[in-house]
């Protein structure tokens, strides 16, 4: 099964800020360390984390997660597709 990109976003989004590891990982409220995991794929953020940083990076979550609409029937991966759905409804249920 294929890993999530969402480290590899969040170095891009980060890099086109200009801001160090550290400088982000202060801001979200993290490790420096952490931030270097998620975007060496070793880790993903906690889901609790991810609206923040979409707002910061003024994305959407699925922007965020590299999620993108319009497969044809053959590049679909649906169990991809389960997970983020899914991680989707944690994401709204906890905004409550």
């Given at each position: ?65 590299d999620f993108k609409k319009g ?26």
């Amino acid at each position: 099964m294929e890993k999530l990109q969402i480290g590899e976003v969040i170095k891009s989004l980060r890099r086109n800020k200009n801001l160090t590891q550290e400088q982000l990982a202060n801001f979200i409220g993290v490790s420096t360390p952490a931030v270097s995991k998620w975007e060496k794929g070793l880790s993903y953020p906690d889901i609790l984390i991810l609206p923040k940083l979409a707002n910061f990076f003024d994305v959407t979550i699925d922007e965020l997660l590299d999620f993108k609409k319009g497969l044809n029937e053959d590049e679909i991966d649906y169990d991809k597709a389960y997970k983020y759905h899914n991680l989707s409804l944690d994401i709204s249920n906890s905004a409550y």
